[in-house]
Structures are given as structure tokens and as C-alpha cells.
């Protein structure tokens, strides 16, 4: 990836207002074209990306919860990189709870976004990477019956939102990024947190990156509301990319995203 990587800088410039989209949109790469709509955020709310990686078969786990890593290592770089971009990266607390992640930008130059973890119930414990290891500011999303003013978890800023049915409103986890500046939204996973934010119609931007591997079983990846016709399954604008041996659909949801 010589030129992606030559261009990296020019690329976190242009995503923290340095006006290099003219040199990105004549990069031949055509991995540069999934970074600019994060580089030309929209104003009012958060421009918001989910990403999913997964098996030929749909699953982004084992039936063992295995999920490190289904995808490849260019995969891996490349959700780096949406890291670096964008102000706040997403997870939900299955993600937090299977694969003990760090959410940090350490295999691409670029800074830390701050890292977010859905976690309704308080279910995880302060035991996990991310709430000690002090590498990026934190915050912890609650139902906001299991949080105090000004409460902290670990090395992590405790915020409670209303919740219905044990489940927290996505909108309101955007307006409160938003509030906190916030003009780029990752929601890197899983499955369940990605299909909330999308059945939600709350991402501009779509992205499955799937791997050359059937797993037969496991955990499945996006689960939406069904639609009753195969007429009422709205076409995306999506285009292919090659990642190594993986192919990444790049899908737009929102006009000017």
C-alpha cells in the first residue's frame, strides 16, 4: 500500500481541517476514497461510519466467540485508520467483554480517539485494557439508573443515558458526542451495535469487509428488521475494494456522506 501510506499525512491533515482534499481526490489509491467523507464532515451532527468485518457465510465471530481476526491484517490497518480519523470510536460491550480491546490508533501515526463503550447494565468490569491503561480519554454509556453524577469507572468518565427496555436511544449517543465536540463517529462493532445504529438510520456511511473463510456457525453480523418483499429492500450505493485477500463494500447511506 506505497501510496495510501505516502499519503497518510496528507490524509489526517485534511480530516482536521488542513484542505488537502484536491491532492487526496487525484490519489490513484483507491483506498483514499474511503477516508474523504470523513475528511468534509457535514455540520450539526456527527458524521457517523460503522464497520463490519465477517466470513464469507456472515458471521463476525465463532460459535466460540472467537473473533480476532476474521479479517486480514490490511483490514485491521484500515480500522486503524478510521480511528485516527474520527473523533470517537464506538463499541458495544460484547466487543469490550470477547476481544478485550484497546480501540488506539498504534499500527498507523494519527491520534487517539476518544473511546466509547456502550455498556447498558454495567456489566463489565474495570479489569478490561481500556479502562485502565490511561492511553485515550474514556467514557462509559449507561443506562442512566446505574450511573452517579460525576462518577468514574477505572480510568473512565461515567455517563448515564435514559434507557427503554434495557436498551439505550443511539440518537441520544450522538447528541451527546456532538455535545462533546465530536464531528466524527466510528461505530466499530459488533454486530448488534453496528445493526442498532443502522436500523436507527443514524449511519451516513457502511462498511462490511468480508474474509475468504466460512466459519458454518457463530455469531452473526448485521441483523436488521426483516422486509416483507424482496421489492422493498432498498438498493445501496456501495462499491467494492480489495483488502489483501478480503473485499471491503463500501456503502452510502446518507446523500453527501
Same mark, same amino acid.
Given at each position: 500500500?506505497?501510496?495510501?501510506?505516502?499519503?497518510?499525512?496528507? %490524509?489526517?491533515?485534511?480530516?482536521?481541517?488542513?484542505?488537502?482534499?484536491? &491532492?487526496?481526490?487525484?490519489?490513484?489509491?483507491?483506498? !483514499?476514497?474511503?477516508?474523504?467523507? /470523513?475528511?468534509?464532515?457535514?455540520?450539526?451532527?456527527?458524521?457517523? !461510519?460503522?464497520?463490519?468485518?465477517?466470513?464469507?457465510?456472515?458471521?463476525?465471530?465463532?460459535?466460540?466467540?472467537?473473533?480476532?481476526?476474521?479479517?486480514? +491484517?490490511?483490514?485491521? %490497518?484500515?480500522?486503524?485508520? /478510521?480511528?485516527?480519523?474520527?473523533?470517537?470510536?464506538?463499541? $458495544?460491550?460484547?466487543? &469490550?467483554?470477547?476481544?478485550?480491546?484497546?480501540?488506539?490508533?498504534?499500527?498507523?501515526?494519527?491520534?487517539?480517539?476518544?473511546?466509547? %463503550? !456502550?455498556?447498558?447494565?454495567?456489566?463489565?468490569?474495570?479489569?478490561?485494557?481500556?479502562?485502565?491503561?490511561?492511553?485515550?480519554?474514556?467514557?462509559?454509556?449507561?443506562?442512566?439508573?446505574?450511573?452517579?453524577?460525576? +462518577?468514574?469507572?477505572?480510568?473512565? +468518565?461515567?455517563?448515564?443515558?435514559?434507557?427503554?427496555?434495557?436498551?439505550?436511544?443511539?440518537?441520544? !449517543?450522538?447528541?451527546?458526542?456532538?455535545?462533546?465536540?465530536?464531528?466524527?463517529?466510528?461505530?466499530?462493532?459488533?454486530?448488534?451495535?453496528?445493526?442498532?445504529?443502522?436500523?436507527?438510520?443514524?449511519?451516513?456511511?457502511?462498511? %462490511?469487509?468480508?474474509?475468504?473463510?466460512?466459519?458454518?456457525? $457463530? #455469531?452473526?453480523?448485521?441483523? #436488521?428488521?426483516?422486509?416483507?418483499?424482496?421489492?422493498?429492500?432498498?438498493?445501496?450505493?456501495?462499491?467494492?475494494?480489495?483488502?489483501?485477500?478480503?473485499?471491503?463494500?463500501?456503502?452510502?447511506?446518507?446523500t453527501g456522506g
Amino acid at each position: 500500500m506505497p501510496e495510501i501510506d505516502s499519503l497518510w499525512p496528507l %490524509v489526517l491533515a485534511a480530516a482536521r481541517g488542513g484542505g488537502a482534499d484536491a &491532492v487526496l481526490a487525484a490519489a490513484a489509491d483507491p483506498l !483514499i476514497a474511503l477516508y474523504l467523507p /470523513l475528511c468534509r464532515p457535514a455540520n450539526g451532527r456527527p458524521f457517523t !461510519i460503522g464497520h463490519l468485518g465477517q466470513s464469507l457465510d456472515g458471521f463476525v465471530a465463532t460459535a466460540q466467540g472467537e473473533s480476532l481476526f476474521i479479517t486480514g +491484517e490490511e483490514n485491521v %490497518v484500515h480500522m486503524h485508520r /478510521l480511528r485516527a480519523l474520527c473523533d470517537a470510536v464506538v463499541v $458495544g460491550a460484547s466487543t &469490550v467483554a470477547a476481544d478485550d480491546s484497546r480501540l488506539t490508533t498504534r499500527l498507523v501515526p494519527g491520534p487517539n480517539p476518544l473511546r466509547v %463503550v !456502550i455498556d447498558p447494565r454495567r456489566r463489565l468490569p474495570a479489569s478490561r485494557r481500556l479502562f485502565s491503561d490511561g492511553a485515550a480519554p474514556t467514557l462509559l454509556v449507561c443506562d442512566a439508573a446505574h450511573a452517579r453524577p460525576g +462518577e468514574r469507572f477505572g480510568g473512565a +468518565e461515567v455517563a448515564g443515558l435514559p434507557a427503554r427496555g434495557g436498551r439505550l436511544d443511539y440518537a441520544a !449517543i450522538l447528541a451527546l458526542l456532538h455535545a462533546r465536540g465530536c464531528r466524527t463517529v466510528f461505530v466499530e462493532g459488533g454486530g448488534t451495535t453496528v445493526a442498532g445504529f443502522l436500523a436507527a438510520g443514524l449511519l451516513d456511511r457502511l462498511q %462490511v469487509t468480508v474474509a475468504p473463510a466460512l466459519l458454518g456457525d $457463530g #455469531l452473526p453480523g448485521l441483523r #436488521l428488521p426483516a422486509v416483507p418483499r424482496l421489492a422493498d429492500a432498498a438498493p445501496l450505493a456501495c462499491r467494492a475494494v480489495r483488502m489483501g485477500d478480503d473485499v471491503l463494500f463500501d456503502c452510502e447511506l446518507r446523500t453527501g456522506g
